[in-house]
C-alpha cells in the first residue's frame, strides 16, 4: 500500500497559515485538491514489467515518471519497507539521482542512469548476483515531499533465466506456410547471447527483438517456411547460447500432414503380361501417407471398379490401364497407370465363303476365316480340307485364282498365334460347278458284235451340276435325234457299224466322249448261207492256214489287242486298192498307219463246184517264197460276188478269176512289191 509519508502534504501547511473562521470552505477545497493529488501520485510511476535474468548477466529495470509535479530526486530502493514508527520506507538504495550521493551498498558500481530525458527513470544493474533477486520500487522526492512507488518491479536472478519459449504450430500441411517462433523475455545489452535454429526444413530466420518500456522485453528469432510431406517427422530446434558458454534448447518434432504420396500399383506375380487365367494380385501400396490412408479406390481404363477384388484369375476382359486412388483425410493420389495385358490364343470364329458357295471351275474363289480377338496377334491361318491340313496362310483368306473342280470339299480354319491355336472353324461345302468331264461311252456286249443282236450304247460323264445334263448322240458325225444317256441299237445290221461319240451338255458347258467303232460281223447264219454256196472247203483251208500262220509266223510280229480280238469269227482285211498302193510305193507304212485304212469284209468260203481246185497253189506270175498263197476259184455260179460278171470270164483270162489270199509276214511285205492285179486282205484272228 501506497501511503503519504509524515503527517499530510504541503496542503497541511496552507491550512495553519489560514485564519480558522475562514477554514471550512477551503477545506472542502483542499479536501478536492487533495484527492486529485492522491490520484496523481497513484499513477506517478510506471514501472516495468518483471525480469527474470542469469547471474552475470544484467537487468534494465525500466521506469518512467508520469507525475507533473517537481520532482527533485528520484531513489531506487531494493526490498523497501515500511517502518511505521517513524512513518517511513526503509531499504537498500539502488540509485539515486542526485549526482554526488555516496552509496555504499551491494549495487555500487553496478548500477547506471540509462535513462534519455528527465522523465525517463530506467537503470541497467550489470552482473547480477542471485542476491539481486527481489523487488524493486522508486521513492520520487519533491520540496516538502516524498512519495514511494506504488507498484513495484520484481527481479529474478537464476541459472535457468528467462527461459526459451518454442511455439508450437497447431497443424502444419504440406505446402502450406508456416512460422515457428522461439523466444525468450530477456534482452542484456551488454550481455550477449544468439538464438539460432537447427533446422533442414530450408526456412527462413528473422530476428526480433521487442524492447518497448513497459512491457516485456523479448527477444525473438522466427522461422518461416514451407513444409514439404518430407519434411514431415524432421526435428526443428531453437538453440541459445550464452555469453558464459552455456546454452539451452527447444526442440519440436514436425507432424506435416499431407496426402498420400509414392502410391503404386503392385502387381504380382512382377509381370505386365499374363496367360489368360494366372492367377494374379493386384495391391495399392502407400509408401507415406499422414495422417493414415482411409481408403482405397480402383480404376480400370478410367472406370471405377467396385468392389474390386485384388485376386483373382485373370480374364480376357481383365486387360486393360489399371489406377488406384489412396485416400486420406487432407487428400487423395492416384497411382501411374499400369497396363496389364492378356495373352491367349485366338478365340472361336466362323468361317465364310462370300458370294455363295457354289463357285465355277477356272474362276476365282475365295474362303475367309474373320479376324479373331487374339493376344498376341495372329501370325497364320491353317486350312483343313475333310479334316486334313491343306494350307497355311498369313492372310485371314484361302485364295483359288482358278479353282479346280478338285478343290470342291469341306474346309475348316484355325487361327494361330505364339501361344496356340483357335478351335477349328466349318467354313461351308465349297461346291466347283464344272462342264461334263471325263465324257465316256461303253457298249454293251461289245465293240465287236454280230449283226442281229441289240447293242447297248451308253454315255457315262462327270460333271457338276449333274441333273438336267444333255445327251447328244453322233454317228459317223451325224447327230443323232435320240438325246439320251443311253442309245440302244435294236437288231444291229452292218449299217450301224462305225463310229459313234455323244456330246454331254449341263449349264456350264459341254464336252464330247473318245470315237467309239462299232463292228458288226455277220452272223454264223450268214455264212453257213456263203459256205452252202461251195467254198466252205476252200475257206476251210484257208481257216487252217491262217491258224498255222497265226500260231506261228506271226506271233511275233501280228499286234494284237483286246479291241481286235473276237472268239466267234475270222475276218478278212481287204485292203482298200490306192490306200495300199499310196503306202507301198511311198515309204514303209508302220502296223499303225496301216490299220487304220483297214476295211473289214467278211472272207466267205463257198462250196467249189468242181471239187478239186481248192488245193493250195502258188501264183505263178508272181512267186514269192514268203506268201503263201490260197487259191480260192471263183465258181461260175457264184453270181453274188459283187461286180464280177462270171459270163465274161474266158479260159485265157482264168488267172484273173482267181482271187488270191494271201497270207503274208507283213514285216516282209514291205521288201515285196505289190503286185497290181491281186487284191490284198488281210487275214487277222
Ligand atoms: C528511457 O530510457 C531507456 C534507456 O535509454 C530507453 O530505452 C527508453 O525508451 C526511454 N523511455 C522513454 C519513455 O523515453
Ligand atoms: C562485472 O563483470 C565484468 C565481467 O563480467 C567485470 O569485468 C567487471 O569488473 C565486473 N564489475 C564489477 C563491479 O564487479
Ligand atoms: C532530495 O530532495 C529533497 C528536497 O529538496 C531534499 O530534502 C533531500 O535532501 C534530497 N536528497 C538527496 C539525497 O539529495
Ligand atoms: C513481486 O514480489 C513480491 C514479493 O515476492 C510480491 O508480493 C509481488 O506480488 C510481486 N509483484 C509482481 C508484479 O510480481
Ligand atoms: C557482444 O557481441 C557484440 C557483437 O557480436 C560484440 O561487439 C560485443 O563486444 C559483445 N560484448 C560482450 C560483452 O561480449
Ligand atoms: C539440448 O538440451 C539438452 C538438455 O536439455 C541437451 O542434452 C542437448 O544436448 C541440447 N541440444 C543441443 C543441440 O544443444
Ligand atoms: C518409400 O519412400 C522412400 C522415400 O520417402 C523411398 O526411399 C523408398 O524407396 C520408398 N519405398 C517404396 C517401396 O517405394
Ligand atoms: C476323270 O477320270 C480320271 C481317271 O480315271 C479321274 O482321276 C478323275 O477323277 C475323273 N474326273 C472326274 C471329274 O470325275
Ligand atoms: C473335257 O474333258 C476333259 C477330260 O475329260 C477335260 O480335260 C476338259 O477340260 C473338258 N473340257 C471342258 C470344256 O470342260
Known amino acids: 500500500m501506497d501511503s503519504m509519508e509524515g503527517a499530510t502534504p504541503c496542503g497541511l501547511r496552507i491550512i495553519n497559515n489560514m485564519g480558522a473562521w475562514r477554514t471550512w470552505p477551503i477545506v472542502f477545497l483542499i479536501f478536492l485538491f487533495k484527492d486529485a493529488l492522491n490520484k496523481d501520485i497513484n499513477r506517478s510511476v510506471q514501472l516495468g514489467s518483471a525480469v527474470t535474468a542469469w547471474e552475470g548477466s544484467c537487468a534494465v529495470l525500466s521506469c518512467k515518471i508520469l507525475t507533473y509535479r ?118 542484456c545489452p551488454f550481455y550477449n547471447m544468439t538464438l539460432t535454429w537447427l533446422q533442414n526444413v530450408n526456412g527462413k530466420e528473422e530476428m526480433i527483438i521487442k524492447k518497448d518500456i513497459g512491457e516485456k522485453r523479448s527477444t525473438t528469432t522466427k522461422l518461416t517456411f514451407v513444409p514439404s510431406w518430407k519434411d514431415n517427422n524432421k526435428m526443428i530446434t531453437c538453440l541459445l547460447q550464452r555469453m558464459n558458454g552455456a546454452n539451452d534448447n527447444r526442440t519440436i518434432q514436425l507432424d506435416v500432414k499431407y496426402p498420400p504420396k509414392n502410391v503404386t500399383v503392385v502387381i504380382k506375380p512382377d509381370s505386365k503380361q499374363f496367360r489368360e487365367g494366372t492367377l494374379v494380385t493386384f495391391e495399392c501400396v502407400v509408401n507415406n501417407s499422414n495422417p493414415d490412408v482411409t481408403d482405397f479406390a480402383w480404376r480400370k481404363n478410367k472406370i471405377p471398379l467396385f468392389p474390386f477384388s485384388g485376386k483373382k484369375a485373370i480374364r480376357v476382359e481383365d486387360a486393360g490401364m489399371y489406377t488406384c486412388e489412396a485416400t486420406n483425410e487432407i487428400g487423395k493420389s492416384p497411382s501411374d497407370e499400369v497396363f496389364v495385358e492378356v495373352l491367349y490364343p485366338p478365340k472361336s470364329s466362323s468361317c465364310t465363303i462370300p458370294n455363295g458357295t457354289n463357285k465355277r471351275e477356272h474362276k476365282e474363289a475365295i474362303l475367309k476365316c474373320p479376324s479373331m480377338q487374339s493376344n498376341p496377334k495372329i501370325s497364320s491361318y491353317e486350312w483343313f480340307k475333310s479334316r486334313k491340313l491343306y494350307k497355311t496362310t498369313n492372310s485371314d483368306s484361302l485364295y483359288f485364282p482358278n479353282v479346280q473342280w478338285t ?224 487259191v480260192v476259184q471263183k465258181p461260175r455260179s457264184a453270181a453274188e460276188y459283187e461286180n464280177i460278171d462270171s459270163s465274161k470270164i474266158t479260159q485265157d483270162e482264168y488267172q484273173d478269176e482267181i482271187h488270191y489270199s494271201i497270207i503274208t509276214n507283213l514285216n516282209k511285205s514291205t521288201a515285196r512289191e505289190r503286185d497290181p492285179d491281186v487284191e490284198y486282205a488281210m487275214l487277222k484272228h
Open 407 to 630: 478343290d470342291s470339299g469341306y474346309y475348316s480354319c484355325k487361327a494361330i498365334n505364339t501361344l496356340g491355336s483357335s478351335p477349328e472353324a466349318e467354313c461351308a461345302y465349297l461346291r466347283v460347278e464344272y462342264a461334263p468331264k471325263n465324257v465316256s461311252i461303253s457298249v454293251s456286249p461289245g465293240n465287236f458284235v454280230t449283226e442281229n443282236i441289240n447293242v447297248q450304247l451308253t454315255c457315262t460323264a462327270s460333271a457338276n451340276p449333274n441333273n438336267n445334263l444333255e445327251y447328244t448322240w453322233y454317228h459317223k458325225d451325224q447327230a443323232l435325234q435320240k438325246s439320251e444317256k443311253g442309245y440302244v441299237l435294236p437288231n444291229v445290221q452292218m449299217s450301224h457299224a462305225g463310229e459313234y461319240y455323244c456330246v454331254v451338255q449341263n449349264g456350264i458347258g459341254s464336252n464330247k466322249s473318245q470315237v467309239v467303232h462299232l463292228h458288226v460281223s455277220y452272223s454264223t447264219n450268214t455264212i453257213a448261207m456263203y459256205s452252202a454256196a461251195g467254198i466252205g472247203p476252200l475257206i476251210a483251208i484257208i481257216i487252217i492256214v491262217a491258224l498255222i500262220v497265226h500260231f506261228g509266223v506271226w506271233q511275233k510280229t501280228c499286234r494284237k489287242t483286246d479291241n481286235d480280238r473276237s472268239d466267234s469269227a475270222f475276218f478278212v482285211l481287204k485292203k482298200k486298192h490306192n490306200e495300199v498302193s499310196d503306202q507301198l510305193e511311198q515309204d514303209a507304212p508302220s502296223e499303225d498307219s496301216l490299220t487304220d485304212r483297214i476295211n473289214y469284209a467278211s472272207l466267205q468260203f463257198p462250196m467249189s463246184s468242181n471239187g478239186g481246185q481248192n488245193q493250195p497253189r502258188r501264183n505263178p506270175n508272181h512267186p514269192e517264197p514268203n506268201d503263201i498263197y490260197s
Open 70 to 187: 517537481t520532482i527533485a530526486n528520484f531513489t531506487w530502493y531494493y526490498n523497501p519497507e515500511y517502518d511505521d514508527a517513524v512513518k517511513t520506507f526503509k531499504g537498500t538504495i539502488v540509485y539515486q539521482s542526485t549526482k554526488n550521493a555516496e552509496l555504499n551498498s551491494p549495487f555500487a558500481d553496478r548500477v547506471q542512469y540509462v535513462g534519455t530525458d528527465e522523465k525517463n527513470c530506467t537503470i541497467l544493474i550489470t552482473n547480477l548476483t542471485r542476491q539481486d533477486s527481489g523487488s524493486y520500487q522508486l521513492r520520487l522526492m519533491g520540496k516538502d515531499w516524498k512519495w514511494m512507488s506504488k507498484s513495484m518491479l520484481n527481479l529474478t536472478v537464476s541459472d535457468a533465466g528467462p527461459g526459451l519459449k518454442l511455439h508450437q504450430v497447431p497443424e502444419m500441411q504440406e505446402n502450406q506456410k508456416v512460422a515457428l517462433t522461439c523466444s525468450i523475455d530477456y534482452d
